[in-house]
């Protein structure tokens, strides 16, 4: 941000690869931009295990990690930054809470994800949680960003 007084901020979107293979990722985007949110980089993927590593180093080590590093390596991903005032908190309230089961209707896992069963939880999208954690997990998925 060249502001400094500016309370824009970026946050890392991912569609999850169950995201991309249900045909979301017009839908998330859509939500996004609805929204009001500036998409500045998109680009599909498929991850490799150091960048998720990296980007899922909180997790390491408990029950879910291995589950969860085997389903984002289970088909392509797709990466966006978005842009706006309070984005950060914002795209995680547009995405519901963690465990779709109990996430809110209206947001993007309440409506569109549900518990299948899996050993970890799979809830078509990610974003950031603060800003420290939106610039180290951007810096994975667009290093010239
Ligand atoms: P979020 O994606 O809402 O920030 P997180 O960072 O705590 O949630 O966890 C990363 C992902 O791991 C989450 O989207 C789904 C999965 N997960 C989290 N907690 C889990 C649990 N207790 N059991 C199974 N999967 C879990
Ligand atoms: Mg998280």
């Given at each position: 941000?060249?502001?400094?007084?500016?309370?824009?901020?970026?946050?890392?979107?991912?569609?999850?690869?169950?995201?991309?293979?249900?045909?979301?990722?017009?839908?998330?985007?859509a939500r996004v931009e609805r929204k009001g949110y500036k998409i500045s980089a998109l680009r599909m993927l498929s991850a490799d295990k150091s960048m998720l590593e990296t980007h899922y180093a909180e997790h390491k080590g408990k029950p879910f990690y291995?589950?969860?590093?085997?389903?984002?390596?289970?088909?392509?991903?797709?990466?966006?930054?978005?842009?706006?005032?309070?984005?950060?908190?914002?795209?995680?309230?547009?995405?519901?809470?963690?465990?779709?089961?109990?996430?809110?209707?209206?947001?993007?896992?309440?409506?569109?994800?549900?518990?299948?069963?899996?050993?970890?939880?799979?809830?078509?999208?990610?974003?950031?949680?603060?800003?420290?954690?939106?610039?180290?997990?951007?810096?994975?998925?667009?290093?010239?960003?």
């Amino acid at each position: 941000m060249t502001n400094a007084n500016s309370s824009a901020q970026r946050t890392l979107i991912l569609v999850k690869p169950d995201g991309v293979r249900r045909g979301l990722v017009g839908e998330v985007i859509a939500r996004v931009e609805r929204k009001g949110y500036k998409i500045s980089a998109l680009r599909m993927l498929s991850a490799d295990k150091s960048m998720l590593e990296t980007h899922y180093a909180e997790h390491k080590g408990k029950p879910f990690y291995e589950p969860l590093m085997e389903f984002m390596l289970s088909g392509p991903i797709v990466a966006m930054i978005a842009e706006g005032e309070r984005v950060i908190e914002g795209f995680r309230s547009l995405a519901g809470a963690t465990d779709p089961t109990v996430a809110a209707p209206g947001s993007i896992r309440g409506d569109l994800a549900r518990d299948q069963g899996t050993r970890v939880v799979q809830n078509i999208v990610h974003g950031s949680d603060s800003p420290e954690s939106a610039e180290r997990e951007i810096k994975i998925f667009f290093p010239n960003n």
